[in-house]
Nanobody, 114 residues
Framework: VQLQASGGGLVPPGGSLRLSCEAS????????MDWYRQGVGEQREFIAS???????TYADWVKGRFIISRDYVKNEAFLQMTSLTPEDTGVYYC?????????WGQGTQVTVSS
């Protein structure tokens, strides 16, 4: 499974972005999909997960600002982000996993700055 994350960019505080994670080489429908992020000098942290049955879970700090979703037909997963702050700056990664299998995309940069 090859994953390609996209949709990052520069956005002012309070802005929104929609990240996409497109898969090739295999269907994503069997996998659970996660989003993680990593700031400069920080460890990669979990943001949200959507199961292969479409159930979603979020890190506590998300507090309703982000929504994870997936499109089984387009073979993509998404992360809609709102009310962004400079603390949300980092590289955002998608992950597909099922049992022992785990695949990572290359990441997309999100910069929140005025």
């Amino acid at each position: 499974v090859q994953l390609q994350a996209s949709g990052g960019g520069l956005v002012p505080p309070g802005g929104s972005l929609r990240l996409s994670c497109e898969a090739s080489g295999s269907t994503l429908s069997v996998y659970h999909m996660d989003w993680y992020r990593q700031g400069v000098g920080e460890q990669r942290e979990f943001i949200a997960s959507i199961s292969n049955g479409n159930g979603a879970t979020y890190a506590d700090w998300v507090k309703g600002r982000f929504i994870i979703s997936r499109d089984y037909v387009k073979n993509e997963a998404f992360l809609q982000m709102t009310s962004l702050t400079p603390e949300d700056t980092g590289v955002y990664y998608c992950n597909a996993h099922l049992l022992e299998e785990s695949y990572w995309g290359q990441g997309t940069q999100v910069t929140v700055s005025s």
